[in-house]
């Protein structure tokens, strides 16, 4: 249960500790994510916000609640086997001195900087930025209104803005409240809608370029895995969460 923001954080936290340094997990789903899977994952983001990786090049970004490794990961391996030549990267993420200290995938270098940051209050200069990326990050946040204030200030007149979201089915909104009760990592559950004005209060062109149900990310959420999950009661809310979430894909300019 997260009944708010901080509890949602010692929660995530609890989330990747499992994953990298338990010894015998008990989760069975989410794994150590090797060097292939991380390209992938940056390809696929990029793919959905329909952004080529080649327009990088010679370009600063900012990955926004970035966790362990974010698209940052993904885009310094391809970088540096197609030599795209990024200028400068910033993972931002309020639980990054954990990251780096205690999973260490991300390392800082002369394009890589990490920062230890609520995305409510981005220690950054003003319009700095040719992308923004922020990838499953603003229904974990403590004031997404916010994030998005602070998106812009640092962005480029000329640049973008591309979220990804966790959003409730409409027809379900209803239900929105309760679900911190069951779903530990979010402290709040909001819609497409809700997403899309608060949007708009920044951004002129706003794009809804990819809709996934969580299906299509998470195949192992599916009925059948329920038994072979080491968390019963985890698999079915997972299992549940295929008929309550989806993953909603924003490009925004200017």
């Avoid at 997990?25 to 990786?53: G, M, W």
């Avoid at 803005?161 to 530990?184: E, G, N, Q, T």
């Amino acid at each position: 249960m997260a009944k708010n923001w901080e509890d949602a954080q010692l929660n995530e936290k609890k989330f990747w500790k499992e994953i990298y340094l338990d010894q015998n997990p008990k989760d069975n789903v989410y794994q150590i994510a090797k060097n292939e899977d991380l390209i992938s994952f940056t390809k696929q983001v990029c793919e959905r916000h329909e952004i080529k990786i080649e327009n990088f090049s010679d370009k600063v970004l900012i990955d926004i609640g970035c966790g362990p490794f974010g698209i940052i990961k993904g885009l310094s391996l391809i970088d540096k086997d197609q030599n795209i030549n990024i200028k400068k990267i910033f993972g931002i993420d309020p639980l990054m001195d954990f990251f780096k200290k205690n999973i260490g995938i991300l390392k800082e270098d002369e394009h890589l900087e990490l920062i230890n940051s609520q995305g409510e209050k981005i220690p950054l200069k003003d319009q700095i930025a040719d992308y923004i990326f922020s990838s499953n990050v603003l229904d974990h946040c403590h004031d997404p209104e916010k994030v998005i204030s602070e998106a812009d200030r640092v962005l480029k007149d000329s640049g973008e803005f591309f979220c990804s979201v966790h959003v409730v089915y409409p027809s379900l909104s209803i239900i929105a409240p309760f679900l911190k009760y069951v779903d530990k990592n979010h402290p709040k559950h909001f819609t497409e809608k809700f997403f899309l004005n608060i949007l708009k209060t920044k951004f002129r062109n706003i794009k809804v370029t990819y809709r996934a149900k969580m299906f299509e990310d998470h195949p192992k959420f599916k009925f059948s895995n329920i038994i072979s999950n080491k968390n019963i009661l985890r698999g079915i809310k997972r299992f549940l969460s295929h008929y309550i979430l989806y993953t909603v894909y924003f490009s925004c300019k200017k």
